[in-house]
């Protein structure tokens, strides 16, 4: 690899880490106004469309027609479920908690695959990651019995939990059903079919009648169609194809740190010590998943 790609490469991962990490608060923004399934039903659909666009006017190949079917199914569980839920339970909790809260989706992936005929199974590596991160989620919600009570954290907390296990389930089927189209032209397709469900089920809930928009809703949907969907995913495929998959990965250990502060700063969420002692656990955790899931 030449000095100039690598340093792309290595400018690529930080796009990720930074981009990806500020979504977060974006989301809290956007719902703060827009209902969470057509805020993020616009989100997709308009970012899947240009990026589709792009690609078809560089020349990339359409997926073969059993491919289709992945993809959308790829779309509905990652985008849909897992973003889709995510912005809904943001309407309820702090974007720097729900941040930290998805970090524990190697855990459940490792969790699902396992359960699967020829998938991973234990080892004590990943025994004792699983051990810490539910350790730290324990810390998390121990320390706070009262908001457990609270039918709208409550609300939030489980709606996130869903949309990280389906986020983790796509992933295991994206593991073993391997599509020979491009990861860009993958990526289009499925925003595009999360996007699509989305807004239809936007107007099954009547979110189009809530419908309000302005300066700060319309920056974060900007932002997220912008940074969030078309940078973040174009540097992650770009990094990945030029940096050791491992390394890249540690994206999912700065995101939720990036998170943190900006809620703390931008919107005045509440970072106490037992957080922070709890985001160090479950990064421990995720760190020691990853390393076993690797052996």
């Given at each position: 690899?030449?000095?100039?790609?690598?340093?792309?490469?290595?400018?690529?991962?930080?796009?990720?880490c930074f981009?990806?990490?500020?979504?977060?608060?974006?989301?809290?923004?956007?719902?703060?106004?827009?209902?969470?399934?057509?805020?993020?039903?616009?989100?997709?659909?308009?970012?899947?469309?240009?990026?589709?666009?792009?690609?078809?006017?560089?020349?990339?190949?359409?997926?073969?027609?059993?491919?289709?079917?992945?993809?959308?199914?790829?779309?509905?569980?990652?985008?849909?479920?897992?973003?889709?839920?995510?912005?809904?339970?943001e309407?309820?909790?702090?974007?720097?908690?729900?941040?930290?809260?998805?970090?524990?989706?190697?855990?459940?992936?490792?969790?699902?695959?396992?359960?699967?005929?020829?998938?991973?199974?234990?080892?004590?590596?990943?025994?004792?990651?699983?051990?810490?991160?539910?350790?730290?989620?324990?810390?998390?919600?121990?320390?706070?019995?009262?908001?457990?009570?609270?039918?709208?954290?409550?609300?939030?907390?489980i709606?996130?939990?869903?949309?990280?296990?389906?986020?983790?389930?796509?992933?295991?089927?994206?593991?073993?059903?391997?599509?020979?189209?491009?990861?860009?032209?993958?990526?289009?397709?499925?925003?595009?079919?999360?996007?699509?469900?989305?807004?239809?089920?936007?107007?099954?809930?009547?979110?189009?009648?809530?419908?309000?928009?302005?300066?700060?809703?319309?920056?974060?949907?900007?932002?997220?169609?912008?940074?969030?969907s078309?940078?973040?995913?174009?540097?992650?495929?770009?990094?990945?194809?030029?940096?050791?998959?491992?390394?890249?990965?540690?994206?999912a250990?700065?995101?939720?740190?990036?998170?943190?502060?900006?809620?703390?700063?931008?919107?005045?969420?509440?970072?106490?010590?037992?957080?922070?002692?709890?985001?160090?656990?479950?990064?421990?955790?995720?760190?020691?998943?990853?390393k076993?899931?690797?052996?």
């Amino acid at each position: 690899m030449t000095k100039e790609k690598n340093l792309r490469a290595y400018l690529a991962w930080m796009a990720v880490c930074f981009f990806w990490g500020t979504t977060y608060l974006a989301i809290r923004i956007g719902v703060k106004e827009l209902p969470a399934a057509l805020f993020c039903g616009l989100r997709f659909l308009i970012a899947g469309p240009i990026l589709f666009l792009i690609l078809i006017f560089q020349g990339y190949k359409l997926p073969k027609k059993k491919e289709w079917i992945h993809l959308a199914f790829m779309g509905l569980t990652l985008l849909g479920m897992g973003t889709g839920l995510l912005t809904f339970a943001e309407e309820y909790i702090p974007s720097g908690l729900s941040a930290l809260l998805v970090t524990t989706v190697p855990f459940w992936i490792v969790g699902i695959d396992s359960l699967l005929p020829h998938g991973k199974r234990f080892n004590l590596k990943i025994l004792g990651g699983l051990l810490f991160g539910f350790a730290g989620v324990g810390l998390i919600f121990g320390l706070d019995l009262k908001s457990l009570f609270d039918q709208s954290y409550l609300t939030g907390v489980i709606g996130l939990m869903i949309g990280v296990i389906g986020w983790s389930g796509g992933t295991v089927y994206s593991k073993y059903k391997k599509v020979s189209v491009h990861p860009l032209m993958g990526a289009a397709i499925q925003m595009i079919t999360a996007g699509i469900v989305l807004i239809l089920l936007a107007g099954v809930l009547g979110e189009f009648s809530k419908f309000t928009i302005s300066s700060g809703s319309l920056f974060a949907l900007a932002y997220l169609v912008v940074f969030g969907s078309l940078v973040g995913f174009v540097s992650y495929v770009y990094a990945i194809a030029h940096l050791p998959v491992s390394f890249v990965s540690t994206y999912a250990y700065i995101n939720p740190v990036i998170a943190l502060f900006l809620g703390w700063l931008v919107l005045g969420e509440v970072i106490s010590l037992s957080i922070i002692i709890a985001a160090v656990i479950i990064l421990a955790g995720v760190v020691l998943v990853k390393k076993g899931s690797e052996t």
